[in-house]
């Protein structure tokens, strides 16, 4: 989102919002009023330009999000509706800021554990217990959130054989994910990780700098080496004899995100032919876009939605821009499974709670 979208959410959220508010609800009130409706605002304000310079970026936009969506826009809609009903006005405000507050500070930080059982025809082996996790999106918790410790913790007492992060570890900078080096460094069983949008850090601070964006990549890259994990761009690696593990860099079908170098055909070079194929590909519209039509692939797992799996009069709104949106999808032989993630580039979760996914394989 580019700097100057946050500037008219500010100037429209705040400022207009406090300008209609004091002329007709507050008007003639005394100067203490106006002062804590206008706080807000001010804070809001002097967190722009933090993050217009960069230098504090993930922190003061979580600040700022956190402003706007618990006090701002209930600001807004009370001016709106109170020209007309001061008391609906004021219903509605309240009502808005007690839903966000809800999302921030319960929904987004109420753990799940899903268990689902996967059978295959023709598994080689013995049943594999997958830990599928992603979208830790780690800039919207600060620096010492014990959510990500309990996330730790819930994962390594779910003793899988293996854990598949399926990308998005920060938001905007590699410098986010660093005050979580021992805590995502405590996790036991092998770690396999790919790359998501936000982690080629193309929505933040470095977005007109090609030069700086390629560097804090690398360092990212370079932090989820050192914890162990062994991070596939458009590569394969033998889980175990018959199962072979497929990474991406981020494929999708949304023209919002640039094109970042994904090349499936070039992961699967080194394939034998009649391995059992799974495939770490961050973006779900990947499965249809090529995975279906192209390949024999027999498991693709993916995130990047957060779970806007979401319903509105019996319809899911959700699926007129992500049809795969949440959960396991099958096509024939091939299946599809999207974790909803753990966490989320804005202050909330709007898709329900995070999940951690448990998928055991085995012969059918």
Not at 56 to 65: E, G, P
Not at 117 to 141: M, N, T, V, Y
Not at 203 to 221: F, I, Q, T, Y
Request: net charge neutral.
């Amino acid at each position: 989102m580019k700097f100057r979208t946050y500037v008219l959410f500010w100037i429209l959220f705040g400022v207009v919002a406090d300008t209609i508010i004091g002329l007709t609800l507050l008007k003639g009130a005394p100067w203490w009023a106006i002062a804590v409706m206008a706080a807000p605002t001010l804070a809001a304000g002097l967190c722009l330009p933090l993050i217009g310079t960069g230098k504090w970026y993930a922190d003061s936009l979580r600040v700022f999000s956190y402003l706007i969506f618990i006090f701002e826009l209930p600001k807004f809609l009370l001016a709106l509706i109170g020209l007309a009903s001061p008391v609906a006005g004021i219903a509605v405000g309240a009502a808005v800021s007690m839903f966000f507050i809800t999302l921030i500070f319960y929904v987004t930080r109420h753990l799940k554990v899903k268990e689902t059982a996967l059978e295959i025809d023709g598994f080689p082996g013995k049943p594999l217990r997958i830990c599928q996790i992603g979208d830790f999106h780690l800039g919207s918790f600060g620096t010492k959130s014990k959510y990500i410790s309990r996330i730790i913790d819930t994962v390594n007492a779910c003793n899988p054989d293996v854990i598949l992060f399926v990308g998005d570890l920060v938001n905007f900078e590699a410098k986010e994910a660093f005050p979580y080096r021992d805590v995502l460094g405590r996790l036991q069983a092998p770690v396999y990780a790919i790359l998501g949008n936000h982690d080629f850090l193309l929505h933040g601070p470095h977005d007109s700098n090609e030069e700086s964006r390629l560097k804090d990549m690398a360092a990212l890259e370079a932090f989820e080496k050192s914890l162990g994990w062994r991070v596939l761009r458009n590569e394969s690696v033998e889980l175990r004899p018959g199962v072979v593990l497929v990474g991406v860099d981020n494929i999708t079908k949304n023209p919002y995100f640039r094109k970042v170098g994904g090349d499936l055909g070039k992961a699967l070079e080194c394939v034998e032919e009649g391995a059992f194929k799974i495939l770490l590909s961050h973006d779900p519209t990947h499965w249809r876009m090529e995975v279906l039509p192209k390949t024999d692939i027999g498991l693709t797992l993916s995130g990047h939605t957060h779970g806007l799996k979401y319903k509105l009069t019996g319809l899911h709104p959700s699926h007129w821009r992500l049809h795969e949106s949440g959960g396991l999808y099958e096509d024939g032989a091939q299946k599809l499974y999207v974790t909803p993630g753990l966490g989320s580039a804005f202050a909330f979760r709007l898709g329900g709670y995070p999940h951690v996914d448990i998928l055991t394989l085995k012969p059918r």
